[in-house]
Structures are given as C-alpha cells and as structure tokens.
C-alpha cells in the first residue's frame, strides 16, 4: 500500500518593509537660526523648517529630515562660519555634507530672497550636481593654526598701528627729549619709552603706555609664531624642507588645503584654490588666458614669498628665469609661472599617499 503525502498549502509571502525613499537637506544657516529644507531625488519639495543654531537644534534638525525618508546628502552654506558647527555634527551622523555657495544673484532677483528660498536652492544645487565641493572638516592641526594665524595678524596690525602712534606723539614733546629718543632705534626707542617716568605729561605718560603696549605685542607675537611653527612642524614636517618654504607660509598653505586635503581631486584644483591657475579668456579668433584673482589670496600670497625666496637664493630658478626672459617674458608672468610650479609641489607633500595613489591611477 502506497502513503503519498498530502499537498502542503503555500503560505503567502511576507510583504517586505519598503525602501525608505532617498531625500536631499538644503541648509541655509545664520548665527542663531538654521533654515532647512527637504527635497526628493525627483525634485520635489517636502517641508522646510527652522532650528535654533544650537547642539539640541541640530538633533532636532537631522531627526526632522530623516523622518521623510533616507538622509545621505546634504547641502550646506558658510561650511566655514556659521555652518561650521553643523556640518561637523552632520558628517559625524554619516551624512555626505557639500559645500554650497550663496544663489545666484539673477536667480534670486526673479524669485525673491527668503531664508526658505535659499535653503530650497541649496538642497537643489546638490541634487543637480552643480555644489560638489566637500567643506574643510573644521578639526585638526589646520584648524588650530586657522586660530593662530587670525590672533598673530590682529597682534601684528596693531603692533604696527601703536608703533606709528608712539612716533606721532614723539614729534610733539620736549625738545631735549625728543633730541634724546630720536637716535635710537626702534627697539632702543621702546625699551626707553616704556621706562619713562610719570611727571605729569599726558605725552610722556602716552609714550610710555603704547611703549608697553608694543612690548606686550611683540610678547604675543612671539608666542603664536612659536606655536604656529610647532603646530607645523608636527603635522607636516617635510614642508619645511622645501626651498623658501618657512613655518608662516608652510600654515597658510595647509589651512588654505585643510585637514582633509584628500578632499582636492588633483594638484590642479589645489592650484585654483590658491589662486594660480590660469582662466579662460578666449572669444572668436581671440585665444588668451588672464590670472585668476579669486582662491585663497594668504595662500597666494604664500606661494609668491616662496618663489621670491628661490629666485633670490635658488640656483634652478634663476636658471629658469634667465631661460624665460630670454624668451620675452615679463617677470611679472614668469612669477605667476612659478606659483604654479610650488603648488604642485606644494600639494603632493600635503596629500596622503592614498589619495596621490588614486589620482594618478585615475589619470
């Protein structure tokens, strides 16, 4: 006798939970508010809210955005001020945060301006691929040395305003005591100045106060530039080696690149970041390029101290303008050259192996 088996029923299918659907957060941040929009990769958009620019206000805004769907892309304005804060707490959370750019003025004039709008339009620019640029990550040894580099200049400005006040204020005193000062140096000047005693003169007691005032200076000034060149000296020593390169220009270079300098493509974005990388400027049988006056302009300034330093002491790069003279070029031009040639070099120093690895296997 043959046992066959029973059919067994087919149980349905479990339903599968969907796919929550991808949506893009453009922010249009300010001091104590933070405007945010949310768009769908078709371009449609969901809401926009306000939060306050505070650590419980970020919370509540990624929480916002991600209760429409799958936050993985973010657009951000002013990553660099008042944005700062937030894209650090975004890239922490795993959102791919993109720097984005003030709208378009043309673009604004027709539609209006409101903090909505340019939130709207800060999330589209990341959808339509036109912000790409990822934002400096805002820790490390860049910016540390960001900080420093701020307080050194405000300290040096105002050591030379107190500098030119004090001799100011020297052509209107006592003549013998005017006879007496105006033989010293500078540095003599200061260190009398500030041992002046206080008979009762408001030009004496003036002298004697900014005296000090530009001791104090010079105390700072010191102090940040040690730190500055420690700073230096830890991340990115190698820098130093290079010719013309010192601890000043070696940190306007590598806060210009940032903490995460793999964020630059090529050495050729890195050159249009400080500024030395021709523009295009051809119109009908015209074929000519101009400088390029945006970028980093401490950078660039970086870049021109280094190549004036190898054109005083570097025996290949008076050898090449020599070469490029001969070949009637100005040395105005011959320099803008240069500039060129120090951020490549400058910039496979600063990027990580892997990254240089990539970019030449990309090429």
């Known amino acids: ?143 540390d040395m960001r900080v420093l580099r701020l307080a050194k200049e405000s300290a040096v400005k105002a050591r030379t305003q107190a500098k030119n006040q004090l001799k100011a204020v020297l052509l209107g005193v006592d003549p013998a005591l005017r006879e007496a000062l105006s033989t010293l140096s500078n540095t003599a000047l200061i260190a009398r100045c500030a041992d002046l005693a206080d008979a009762g003169d408001a030009a004496v007691f003036t002298l004697r106060l900014l005296a000090r005032r530009i001791q104090q200076l010079t105390a700072e000034v010191k102090e940040l530039t040690r730190r500055v060149s420690k700073a230096v000296h830890r991340c990115h020593p190698q820098l130093l080696d290079i010719i013309g390169v010192g601890p000043d220009s070696a940190a306007a270079l590598l806060i210009a690149a940032g903490d995460n300098p793999e964020r630059l493509a090529s050495e050729a974005s890195f050159a249009a970041l400080c500024g030395v990388s021709p523009v295009e400027q051809s119109s009908g049988k015209t074929q000519r390029r101009r400088l390029n006056r945006g970028g980093n302009r401490q950078a660039n300034a970086a870049l021109y101290r280094i190549v004036v330093t190898r054109i005083r002491r570097d025996a290949r790069t008076r050898l090449y303008l020599e070469r490029r003279t001969k070949q009637g070029m100005s040395k105005r031009e011959i320099i803008r050259c240069l500039k060129r040639y120090v951020a490549r070099e400058i910039y496979r120093q600063i990027q990580p192996a892997s990254a240089l690895a990539a970019s030449s296997s990309a090429a």
Not at 49 to 72: E, N
Not at 84 to 101: C, H, K, P, Y
């Open 1 to 143: 006798m043959t046992i066959t088996s029973m059919p067994q029923p087919t149980l349905p299918a479990q339903p599968e939970e969907p796919l929550a659907e991808d949506v893009i957060l453009g922010v249009d941040t300010h001091k104590d508010v933070h405007v945010a929009a949310v768009i769908t990769v078709l371009g449609a958009l969901l809401a926009h809210q306000q939060f306050p620019a505070t650590a419980a206000g970020y919370h509540q805004l990624l929480a916002w955005a991600r209760s429409f769907g799958a936050l993985r892309r973010a657009g951000v304005e002013c990553t660099g001020s008042y944005g700062a804060a937030l894209t650090r707490f975004l890239s922490r959370e795993n959102v791919q945060v993109i720097e984005v750019n003030q709208p378009d003025r043309a673009l604004r004039r027709k539609r209006g301006k409101t903090d909505a709008v340019d939130a709207e339009a800060a999330a589209r620019a990341v959808l339509s691929g036109r912000a790409d640029v990822t934002p400096k990550s805002g820790e490390g040894p860049a910016a």
